[in-house]
């Protein structure tokens, strides 16, 4: 028998790279800080640890490699470590205990890029944070501006219920998610552009392209002493390019908005030049610094979140159909929408969970009987209603990491020491299903929080934060929540809803996309039939936009007034004679 014997360059290869990986362990070992050492998988030289997240969501295998190593866990990604946070009391320590220290996020390459160098809330520190913050808080996403857009969500919602009713006369299926994503998309541009910018659908697609790139990664942020190849692969040179795009469209929409400038009703663009001329804030806001707030504020209800890698189906083209005049279908079809996922998961829970869904319906349509439309003073009535929300967001948190957050002292978590500077990552995903704090956690059972289970999600229960908890918590959860939970109300109380024909409940694929999102791998697909005829404005709109007929005509008056009357289902039968 031959004896295969290495060639003695591969022996020396393998020696030295012994050697290197010996001499790195020492050196760390020796620089420790006290305390005991973190629990961590193994990492290979180069890649750290990187190998072991291939192939699962990166919650999912972060959940996994927590069972095996505990819930405090250190991970080497690339040249960066970060520190796994998978207990209720490791989050309280961070986000509560030392929220102070841990209010911090690191300096990513793309939100350096786009963003002017970090100067929008979500990736900037410090004191210029500190009064973006306060700025979101008081005058940008406070409870009274959220009310401001009631009429932008009305519409925009009743726009939606006009192609659900589409979908539910023609009795075809309706690609749910592509638009939802829409309805956010409008929302999320108008509020900030107002009504009247020519520019959102540029803005948007730009948007868009950003956002594909966040399929890819920056080397720079995983291999700091590699940063020359954000270059080299070109990364850093498109980011710079959209950037400059972006940028373009909002120096002009910010000239546009000085030169007509509404007191009455004033969008975020308008709310922003004002605050920045009163000039008594204590870090003075400049134009880059409102254009930062614009673009990060709609990536940030996005899922564009640092090496996020989206591979999301592609919105289905033959449902063009049913969507709205002069929208884009494909709008962020490479990213995801925390809002319209969550309303998307909800809906896929809700078809697989019959007794969920009559008991959601039986809610609002026993409550809006007599008015037969729901609009948004409504919604806090329905408390069912509530709980699926917030079942859906235990379930599928749009951010099941958070935010990374960044320590700026070296400090003591659970007994470990994490040295200042270093990543740390909360598993909130694997928090709400962990069977220490939740019963039967994997399973859809909104009456848990009914029936005693009185859990919020406002940051003070630290297995349940879809939202983050602290000083960084989500600074949009109500203008999220709105748009949420009427839209919801309204799809539950107009129509009813059943898998497309031939399909079972078990064949709805419920996987979610590959990435530090959480959405829907493929778009929900739905067929609606009508329950409720549509009689608020919606109705109008729809007769007004179907099929193109004109708004000015004879039909669209016919329309309209089938439409005030409120005969939703003789929508076919009018549209047939129309056609005749
Ligand atoms: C269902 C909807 C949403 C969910 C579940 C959600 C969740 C989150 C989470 C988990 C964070 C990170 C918190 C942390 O690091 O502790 C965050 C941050 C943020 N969110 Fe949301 N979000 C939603 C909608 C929105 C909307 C609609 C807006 C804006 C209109 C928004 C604006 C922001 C901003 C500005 C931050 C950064 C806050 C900071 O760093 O100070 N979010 N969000």
């Known amino acids: 028998m031959e004896l295969w014997l290495p060639s003695l360059p591969l022996s020396l290869s393998f020696l030295l790279l012994l050697l290197l990986v010996l001499r790195r362990y020492l050196r760390s070992k020796s620089s420790r800080n006290t305390g005991p050492e973190f629990p961590g998988p193994w990492h290979l030289p180069l890649i750290g640890s990187l190998h072991h997240l291939v192939g699962a969501l990166p919650h999912h295998a972060l959940r996994d490699l927590a069972r095996r190593h505990g819930p405090v866990m250190r991970l080497r990604v690339g040249q960066v470590d970060q520190i796994v946070l998978t207990s209720r009391d490791g989050a309280q320590q961070i986000l509560k205990v030392q929220d102070a220290n841990f209010a911090f996020r690191p300096e990513l390459t793309a939100a350096k890029i786009i963003a002017y160098g970090c100067r929008d809330v979500a990736f900037s520190n410090g004191e210029y944070w500190r009064q973006l913050r306060k700025l979101c808080v008081m005058e940008l996403l406070g409870a009274k501006r959220v009310k401001s857009f009631a009429s932008l969500r009305a519409e925009q919602v009743s726009l939606l219920m006009r192609d659900v009713g589409y979908a539910a006369t023609a009795g075809k299926e309706i690609n749910l998610g592509a638009r939802l994503n829409e309805l956010t998309n409008s929302i999320v541009v108008q509020a900030s552009f107002g009504r009247r910018c020519p520019q959102q659908k540029k803005f948007m697609d730009t948007i868009k392209e950003v956002i594909k790139m966040s399929s890819g990664f920056s080397v720079g942020d995983l291999f700091p002493s590699l940063k020359i190849m954000d270059v080299l692969t070109g990364f850093s040179t498109k980011l710079i390019h959209y950037h400059k795009k972006l940028d373009a469209i909002l120096e002009e929409t910010i000239q546009e908005h000085l030169l007509s400038r509404r007191d009455d009703e004033e969008d975020l663009i308008d709310v922003l030049l004002r605050l920045k001329d009163q000039g008594d804030l204590e870090v003075p806001i400049s134009y880059e610094s409102i254009k930062a707030l614009v673009i990060v504020s709609t990536l940030c209800q996005t899922n564009y979140i640092f090496i996020n890698i989206n591979s999301r189906e592609p919105d289905d083209p033959s449902l063009n159909y049913f969507v709205v005049d002069g929208c884009d279908q494909d709008l ?249």
């Open 332 to 580: 962020f079809a490479g990213g995801t929408e925390t809002t319209a996922n969550t309303i998307e998961w909800a809906m896929s829970e809700l078809i697989l969970h019959p007794q969920a869904m009559n008991r959601a319906q039986a809610e609002v349509r026993e409550a809006m009987k007599g008015k037969g439309y729901v609009e948004e003073s409504d919604v806090p009535q329905f408390a069912y209603i509530h709980s699926v929300v917030k079942e859906t967001l235990r379930l599928h948190p749009p951010f099941p990491l958070l935010f990374p957050r960044v320590g700026q002292e070296t400090t003591q978590v659970l007994g470990y020491t994490i040295p200042a500077g270093t990543r740390v990552l909360i598993n909130v995903w694997a928090l709400a299903r962990d069977p220490k704090y939740w019963h039967d956690g994997e399973s859809f059972k909104p009456e848990r929080f009914q029936e005693g289970d009185d859990k919020e999600f406002k940051g003070n229960d630290f297995e349940f934060l879809p939202f983050g908890a602290g000083r960084r918590m989500c600074a949009g959860m109500s203008f999220g929540l709105s748009t949420l939970e009427l839209a919801l109300s309204q799809l539950l109380f107009h129509f009813d809803w059943a898998l497309p024909k031939g399909m079972a409940p078990g064949d709805l694929d419920m996987a979610e996309s590959f990435g530090s999102s959480a959405s829907r791998k493929i778009n929900l697909h739905l067929v609606p039939s009508p329950r409720f005829p549509l009689r608020s404005k919606s109705f109008v709109c729809i007769v007004a936009n179907y099929k193109g007929i004109p708004r000015t005509s004879r039909a669209h008056d016919f329309f309209f007034m089938a439409g005030l009357l409120g005969f939703g289902c003789e929508l076919k039968l009018a549209k047939t004679k129309l056609q005749r």
